[in-house]
């Protein structure tokens, strides 16, 4: 069977000097291949968590004012240039979530990651032994989910909005439709929510070996 890993460096013995797949090449790179999703848990779509909360949808170009203004004080994600993240557009949707609604949940399957816009966010995990800890109170600018949208693993811990709050989605297949339409711009985002990632389980190990366990 194979995993995302030997996918995404097959597609990559599969491109040409322009960087793009060839036809023969495959070109999910990020969503799960029915074979792999046949071998995991249900996965939570963001279109089901969407209605289960219910999310209204925000106008785009509301939304892509915040996220830019947002990234562009970014010092990591500033280095994705303004007319970047305005070309990302077409691969991400915007929504408007009430106060205490569940985003994403531990240990579920998820699609999708999220870019906090407004309002404010904690992220907890109940550990083995009952204890709720909380890991974050996350505020705008923040991204949520990163991991399993890019891994296609279990969500480590749950987000839920403390206050009513207005987010970017990206999904897997949004990420792969960007791969195919915009590579440089969607191999930067990559790059750059793969070194976020880093930074923040450095700091959650940080606290989650200080606890008794």
Request: aromatic share 6%; hydrophobic share 45%; glycine share 8%.
């Amino acid at each position: 069977m194979k995993t995302i890993k030997s996918r995404f460096f097959g597609l990559l013995k599969n491109t040409g000097e322009d960087g793009l797949p060839h036809e023969d090449g495959e070109s999910r790179f990020f969503a799960l291949s029915p074979e792999d999703a046949a071998a995991l848990p249900q996965s939570t779509a963001w279109g089901s968590r969407a209605q289960q909360i219910k999310a209204i949808p925000l106008d785009e170009k509301r939304g892509m004012t915040q996220l830019r203004k947002l990234w562009q004080a970014d010092q990591m994600m500033s280095a994705l240039h303004g007319q970047s993240i305005e070309r990302m557009a077409p691969y991400v949707t915007f929504a408007t979530v009430p106060a205490e609604k569940e985003l994403i949940l531990q240990d579920e399957l998820g699609d999708y990651m999220l870019v906090l816009l407004r309002g404010a966010i904690s992220v907890v995990r109940k550990q083995e032994w009952g204890e709720v800890l909380v890991l974050a109170n996350v505020q705008a600018g923040e991204m949520l989910g990163e991991m399993s949208l890019l891994d296609g693993g279990v969500r480590f811990s749950t987000c839920v909005t403390r206050s009513e709050c207005d987010v970017a989605v990206l999904t897997a297949e949004g990420l792969d439709q960007m791969i195919m339409g915009e590579p440089q711009i969607a191999a930067s985002l990559v790059a750059l929510l793969a070194r976020k990632l880093s930074l923040r389980l450095r700091v959650v190990s940080a606290r989650l070996g200080g606890r008794k366990t």
